[in-house]
Every structure is written in structure tokens, then in C-alpha cells.
């Protein structure tokens, strides 16, 4: 079965330094997802992706945040500084805009320390 | 917008006992209604989903839902708990725009006591 990639699992940190997430959808969807789950909490949207273009970034930090899929198919999520209330689990889910059974996949995530 | 909200923070429930956790969610348009489920250190796995058609919605492992459009409500059961049903346990919702983001709960922790 046709899964999500995420990597690193896990990274720790010390703050003001650069970290970078990488996500693989499956193959074929065009719609990717990056959320960000703060701990006891909900996931929340960061940004959305519709192949190489960007849907929605309402809700991410562009001071600090920055998102790219460049060929459409896998996608990185960049942090430079990154900052203490930075720590968190970076969530990536794909779906596919001709599947109408509306369903999100997500991926294992990338748990974030920073220090 | 929509919002969705999470009765219980925790519940524990003892093997082989009936568990419900109950979701209500607001939202001025008609939504799709999922419950996902998250496993320490793991990514979400979907339970069930509601798109259309009967309230009573049945999913992976043991696990159904009802849709009740009056009271906005989209409560999870389970007859009879298994140790491996501890996790915790999320509901979500997105418009029927399709391809739309997830809006979710805060999460029920389910913990099953042996």
C-alpha cells in the first residue's frame, strides 16, 4: 500500500539555527499538506499545495517558515531560525483532487526538539 | 469557518467495556466529518469518514460513528475495547469544496485499563 515519506523522524535543535522537513506524497496526488501539531493538541494547517502552486499559507510563519514542492511531487518545509515554541510534530499529508472519497494520508511525521 | 470540539480530554475505560467519544463541530456550510487515529510517535491513521448518505458510519477496527445534523454532533463508539485501542483519537472536519484542509479537535486520549 502506497505510503507518505517524512524525514527526518526526529531532529533536535538549538535555536536560531536552520532545519529543513522533506515529504514524498503518493504517487499521483496532487494535493500536499504540511500541519503542525503542537503537543495535546489538534494539527493545524501550515500550508497546502496544489502540484507546485500554493493554495493557502495563511497560517504560515513567513518570517521564519518557508515551504517549496518545485517539481510538484515531494515538498520541503524549511525553519531558519528556528525558535523554541518551534518544537513540535511537522504532520505531511497528500490526497487526490480526483478521488471523491475526500480522504487525507498522512505520513509518520517529523518530531522537532529545539534546545 | 468551522471548529470542532472535543468533550473529553481523557477517557479511561476498562477492556471489553463500551467507550464513546463525542465530537461536536460548528461550521455555516456543509462539512465532511472524519475521526482519525494517532499512535505515539506516529503519523494519523484514518477511522472512519462521513461524506453523504447513512449517519451511521462504520470504520476500521471495530469503530462506527453517527452523523447527527441537528445536534452538529459526530460521536465515535466502539461495543467492546481492546488494550490496542489506546491512543488518541482525533475528530476533523473540512468543507465539501473538496481538497480542502482538515480543521481538527484538541484530541481524546483513550486509555484502555487492563
Known amino acids: 500500500e502506497a505510503e507518505v515519506a517524512q524525514s527526518p523522524r526526529y531532529k533536535i535543535t538549538e535555536k536560531s539555527q536552520a532545519v529543513a522537513f522533506w515529504c514524498d506524497p503518493i504517487?499521483?496526488?496532487?494535493?500536499l499538506y504540511w500541519y503542525r501539531q503542537i503537543l495535546g493538541q489538534g494539527p493545524e494547517l501550515l500550508v497546502q499545495?496544489?502540484?507546485?502552486?500554493?493554495?493557502?499559507d495563511s497560517q504560515l510563519p513567513k518570517d521564519r517558515f518557508s515551504a517549496e514542492r518545485l517539481k510538484g511531487v515531494d515538498s520541503t518545509l524549511k525553519i531558519q531560525p528556528a525558535e523554541l515554541g518551534d518544537s513540535a510534530m511537522y504532520l505531511c499529508a497528500s490526497s487526490s483532487p480526483k478521488d471523491r472519497q475526500e480522504t487525507q494520508y498522512f505520513g509518520p511525521g517529523t518530531r522537532l526538539l529545539v534546545l | 469557518a468551522q471548529s470542532v470540539t472535543q468533550l473529553d480530554s481523557q477517557v479511561p475505560v476498562f477492556e471489553e467495556a463500551p467507550v464513546e467519544l463525542r465530537c461536536n463541530y460548528s461550521?455555516?456550510?456543509?462539512?465532511?466529518l472524519f475521526w482519525y487515529v494517532q499512535y505515539p510517535n506516529q503519523g494519523l491513521q484514518l477511522l472512519l469518514k462521513y461524506l453523504s448518505g447513512s449517519t451511521l458510519v462504520k470504520g476500521i477496527n471495530g469503530f462506527e460513528a453517527e452523523f447527527n445534523k441537528s445536534q452538529t454532533s459526530f460521536h465515535l463508539r466502539k461495543p467492546s475495547v481492546h488494550i490496542s485501542d489506546t491512543a488518541e483519537y482525533f475528530c476533523?472536519?473540512?468543507?465539501?469544496?473538496?481538497?480542502?484542509?482538515?480543521?481538527f479537535g484538541k484530541g481524546t486520549r483513550l486509555s484502555v485499563i487492563a
Open positions: 499545495f496544489q502540484d507546485e502552486s500554493v493554495v493557502d
Open positions: 476533523a472536519v473540512s468543507d465539501m469544496a473538496g481538497n480542502t484542509p482538515l480543521v
Open positions: 504517487s499521483g496526488h496532487a494535493t
Open positions: 461550521s455555516s456550510v456543509s462539512v465532511y
